[in-house]
């Protein structure tokens, strides 16, 4: 029988539509907004998307599959950390599905990543595997979100149990103190039930603050506002708090003007100077108010041992609390409502120093444009 051999010109035509709907395809792989990875048989990859490029901090340059090596590591939902035989697209090589999987992704740069994974293989019309996907989305968001309810309510459970058991006691022992008229130990009593429910009313204002912050009804009323004036009735209020510990402040002759919410800059330089008398050492803590480049300049300086570098880069996040700060009370909310207050008035809270020799917190505001 004789043979018809094809047309090269439909043949040509053919191989060029094929080309242009491969590119067409992976153009749309390229903007979809979870990561996607193509592999073969052998574990190689074929195809992978902006995402997973960005994901893994790879350029163009083909990436390393199953049988390369990996810049990080890979671990379950429980952290024991995965071979890679046994991540969900090796897995779908062999004729798995897997469906909704955790995937822990450190990368070697120290980020970390929880990617929920979907895998599948690929078959021929006969049955065979000639490959296999796997799609994942980036949900290290939510899972923080999730870790961070969970320290919140351990947190709130824990920081507002400690004062409400302290209350109660000191109200019982008032009421046995009181049947034996004895009037100078009721008063301690009440005086030391005072002190705590007064602990209890500013960590609820903590929390208070920072759920505002997220829904966006943190009230502010802005007016022309001295920043000297603020620190000096902060200083004043504080002293009788400070113990033995000298609370020095230095302000300028001049008015600094800013526009501002009195109060809340208040709440801000309570929360910088409080903070240097709990983890600042024995020394003194100084305040200074100054203008720079426009920009009004609070300063809260301690002499205390520094912030740990590991801590450096956290000290401002909600509900964070260094190791050597957890042997005093507090949400870990003080540096983060203070550092959006500051935002909120166009300005920002900042570690401008710290070391062996001490700490130096710094609030910057716009100062008002004068004539």
Known sequence: MATIDPDPTDVAALNAALIAERDRLAQIVDV???????MDPSGRVTLENKVTRELFKRDEAPAPGLSGPLRGGLARADGSPYDLKDVPIARSLRGEE????????TRADGRRYDLITNSAPLR?????????????EDVTALSDAERERTAFFAMASHELKTPVTAVRGQIQLA?????????????????????????????????????????????????PTDVAEVVAASIARLRPIAGDRVLRVDLPDEVVLVT??????AQVVDNLVVNALRHGG???????????????????????????????????????????????????????VSREIARLHGGDLSLESTGPGGTVFRLSLPLIATR
């Open 175 to 223: 009421l046995r103190f009181f049947q034996r008229g004895s009037a100078d130990m009721v008063s301690g009593a009440l005086e030391r039930a005072d002190a705590q429910t007064t602990r209890m009313a500013a960590l609820i204002d903590d929390l208070l603050d920072a759920a505002r912050l997220d829904v966006g009804r943190f009230d502010v009323v802005f007016a």
């Open 282 to 336: 024995r020394g003194d803590v100084v305040v200074s108010v100054g203008t720079e480049g426009g920009r009004a300049l609070v300063r809260v300086r301690d002499h205390g041992a520094g912030v740990a570098v590991e801590d450096r880069d956290r000290i401002f996040q909600r509900f964070y609390r260094s190791e050597s700060a957890r042997a005093t009370p507090g949400t870990g909310l003080g540096l983060y």
């Open 124 to 136: 021929d019309p006969a049955g065979k595997i000639t490959g296999a996907i796997a799609a994942y």
């Open 32 to 38: 979809l907004p979870v990561g996607i990875v193509l």
């Open 98 to 105: 897997v469906r909704g999987e955790l995937v822990r992704y």
């Open 260 to 265: 501002a919410d009195a109060r809340r800059l």
